[in-house]
């Protein structure tokens, strides 16, 4: 499946604002919604994350299309490290280990930070480096 990598972009930027407010106000509950948003995206596909479904219907009807596209699967791949990172974070705040909720959602927020703002995938990039790594 083909994408485009604005939508991505876009999810980002939006998960950036989510985990924002999640760090500003310790809710373990925002964190778990998020949590549920990187889910659909990693195990139900892209197209299944609301972000995703927002940037399809509201933005980009309006846009020319995209110069071109991309696999799928790196960032889908991305979102499970993501379900991954805010699954611990959830836990870190609902059990009272807020150093751990913190870690982690820093964690994620940085990586969705980097998406957002340059275009550079983490979780895209560790995909690309383990297909890498098995292939040889």
């Known amino acids: 499946m083909q994408i485009d990598p604005r939508g991505t972009r876009f999810a980002a930027a939006l998960t950036t604002l989510v985990?924002?407010?999640?760090?500003?106000?310790?809710?373990?509950?925002?964190?778990?919604?998020?949590?549920?948003?990187?889910?659909?995206?990693?195990?139900?596909?892209?197209q299944y994350s609301p972000y995703?479904?927002?940037?399809?219907?509201?933005?980009?009807?309006g846009l020319a299309p995209p110069r071109e596209l991309e696999d799928a699967r790196p960032p889908r791949f991305a979102q499970g490290v993501g379900f991954?990172?805010?699954?611990?974070?959830?836990?870190?705040?609902?059990?009272?280990?807020?150093?751990?909720g913190l870690a982690?959602?820093?964690l994620a927020l940085a990586a969705a930070f980097l998406n957002?703002?340059?275009?550079?995938?983490?979780?895209?990039?560790?995909?690309l480096s383990i297909r890498r790594f098995r292939s040889t």
């Not at 995703?52 to 009807?61: D, E, K, N, Q």
């Not at 991954?84 to 751990?100: I, M, N, P, R, S």
């Open 84 to 100: 991954g990172f805010g699954l611990v974070g959830t836990v870190g705040y609902l059990t009272g280990a807020e150093w751990l």
């Open 116 to 127: 957002a703002a340059f275009g550079y995938c983490l979780g895209c990039e560790m995909y």
């Open 52 to 61: 995703g479904w927002l940037y399809r219907v509201a933005l980009r009807p």
């Open 19 to 46: 985990l924002c407010a999640v760090l500003i106000t310790g809710s373990g509950a925002l964190l778990a919604v998020q949590t549920a948003i990187f889910a659909l995206g990693a195990f139900a596909g892209l």
């Open 104 to 106: 982690a959602t820093a």
